[in-house]
């Protein structure tokens, strides 16, 4: 969807080093997510911003940071990256009220070697 | 705790057919459902919903079933087309929080 952008598409990073994905959507919708998918587990919400500097986590946030100094961007960052974290993350923007109608961007494909 | 559950990993259905892909859910206090749809390298896109007051909603040639008694929803999609081949994510959302809680997904094959 031209509305929502992630970048990079495709990380390799070494054990131990920071990351951060970002996230960029020009809809101007309120709430922003982030998903990391994996084989066996669908997707599974790391962090979530209701507004800006308004985050919380979800249920996979251990290891994971974010900020939203914007309307526009959702950074998730990882501090310290392990093998664990190598997945593909997807983010996501909705509004309130438009009955949970998620728009998913492109996926980023991350690997931790 | 898995509170959504695709218990079938993939599904092989015959072009024209019907599929059918089944959905299980914990929390009786979910009250909004969504079926996804993700083709390799891209992102899920909505593809149809369900409100908690509902029994049944159609778009075209997708059916979604709710049994709120059972915890259960299933996606009928007829007839299946190749194009159709994906992995559908069911999800579950209550009003109180605008957070989805998604399965593990199917992956469905369309046989030509």
């Known amino acids: 969807d031209a509305g929502i952008t992630q970048s990079p598409r495709h990380k390799v990073t070494e054990t131990g080093t920071p990351v951060t994905l970002r996230c960029h959507q020009t809809?101007?919708?309120?709430?922003m997510y982030w998903y990391r998918q994996d084989p066996g587990h669908g997707l599974r919400l790391i962090h979530y911003s209701y507004g800006v500097k308004d985050t919380d986590k979800g249920e996979v946030s251990d290891g994971y940071s974010v900020s939203r100094s914007k309307t526009e961007d959702f950074l998730l960052t990882l501090e310290s990256a392990t093998s664990s974290q190598t997945s593909v993350y997807f983010c996501?923007?909705?509004?309130?009220?438009?009955?949970?109608?998620?728009?998913f961007g492109s996926g980023t494909r991350l690997t931790v070697v | 705790d898995q509170q959504v559950k695709q218990n079938s990993p993939s599904l092989s259905v015959q072009e024209g057919r019907i599929s059918i892909l089944n959905c299980d859910y914990t929390n009786s206090m979910f009250d909004y459902f969504l079926w996804y749809k993700k083709y390799p390298a891209e992102g899920p896109t909505f593809l149809i919903s369900?409100?908690?007051?509902?029994d049944k909603n159609e778009d075209g040639r997708f059916t979604v079933f709710l049994n709120k008694s059972a915890k259960h929803l299933s996606l009928h999609i007829v007839p299946s087309q190749p194009g159709d081949s994906a992995v559908y994510f069911c999800?579950?959302?209550?009003?109180?929080?605008?957070?989805?809680?998604f399965g593990t997904g199917t992956l469905l094959a369309v046989q030509p």
């Open positions: 809809e101007n919708h309120r709430y």
């Open positions: 996501a923007i909705s509004e309130p009220g438009r009955s949970y109608g998620y728009t």
């Open positions: 999800a579950a959302a209550y009003s109180a929080t605008n957070k989805l809680i």
């Open positions: 369900i409100s908690s007051i509902k």
